[in-house]
């Protein structure tokens, strides 16, 4: 109680500071960075944009620390990708839902274009960022909320949102025309967790993953022996480690093959739920996929 009193009235208090130019402008906290890459690109300089999630932050594990719900109480506009990706968040971002826009960007997208998954409750894979065309559906969301939120804003968001739609555009023909450079019998793409799905559907390759769409679940030795088999089967050149999950399970299946007199090479590092350093390519949504790309293009061609 003490506490919640104190954090009441620095709340308080800073309201009733004398506001600078900054303090004007609305302030947007989203779960993922791949969702604060998408506002930043819409917005432009008329909102503070941060993300709760940096580099290397597995989403589906994520619980918010009290930091968090500071920003979160302090925020004007909340977004978050929804289909349970942020698994844990879900109460604290339902109770925020009653006091301010709290916006799932994958609420607009048509569920026929989704995957239910058994494993995963039966619930849509949330996945939705790996097939670029689903991610711009999330962007066009994005845009209609702002505008609802700041109808000043309206045609600067739209102009925004034309260029950014039209980079995603090309993206996805980079993406396509790459991955169809590989041979169709070495198109097969092992993870550690299920992510790549929409990935797979929407690029025209064959996706395994040792654990489920949520890494809360675990994988078993029966999971291990099966992919090594298939690995040794299929003679594939090599399986992915990813950068917010841990490298545990896919070296384990590495191992596994060397015991059975194969080679798997570990094709390197994907950016599954979670984008690179900010500042680097990577640290952005487009070049997260372009270096995706450029990985599995070369691991496996
Ligand atoms: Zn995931």
Excluded at 48 to 67: C, F, I, N, R, S
Aim: net charge negative.
């Amino acid at each position: 109680m003490g506490y919640r009193l104190i954090l009441f009235f620095a709340v308080l208090m800073m309201a009733c500071q004398p506001s600078d130019k900054e303090e004007e402008k609305p302030q947007i906290v989203t779960t993922t960075g791949m969702i604060a890459d998408a506002v930043k690109n819409i917005v432009g300089e008329t909102a503070e944009v941060e993300a709760l999630m940096g580099p290397g932050v597995d989403p589906h594990l994520y619980k918010a620390t009290q930091g968090d719900l500071q920003r979160l109480t302090e925020a004007d506009i909340i977004f978050y990708n929804g289909l349970h990706l942020e698994g844990k968040m879900g109460e604290i971002l339902e109770k925020l839902s009653r006091q301010k826009p709290v916006i799932a960007v994958a609420a607009e997208i048509d569920t026929s274009l989704l995957f239910r998954v058994p494993q995963f409750n039966n619930n849509y894979d949330p996945h939705i960022w790996f097939d670029v065309s689903l991610w711009s559906t999330a962007v066009r969301h994005i845009t209609i909320s702002m505008i609802k939120q700041q109808p000043l804003n309206k045609e600067l968001y739209l102009a925004n949102e034309a260029i950014y739609q039209s980079r995603l555009d090309s993206l996805n023909v980079f993406v396509k025309n790459e991955m169809a450079s590989i041979p169709p019998r070495q198109r097969v793409l092992i993870t550690a967790h299920d992510a790549f799905g929409y990935f797979g559907k929407a690029y025209d390759i064959e996706v395994k993953g040792l654990q489920g769409i949520s890494t809360i679940s675990e994988y078993g030795l029966r999971d291990v022996s099966d992919l090594v088999d298939f690995i040794i089967e299929r003679k594939i050149k090599a399986v992915f480690v990813e950068t917010s999950v841990s490298e545990k399970a896919i070296n384990a299946v590495v191992q596994g093959c060397k015991q059975s007199g194969f080679d798997v090479q570990i094709g390197g590092n994907l950016y599954s739920d979670a984008m690179g350093k900010a500042g680097t390519p990577e640290g952005t949504y487009i070049g997260m996929v372009k270096a995706n790309v450029s990985t599995i293009v070369n691991a496996l061609k």
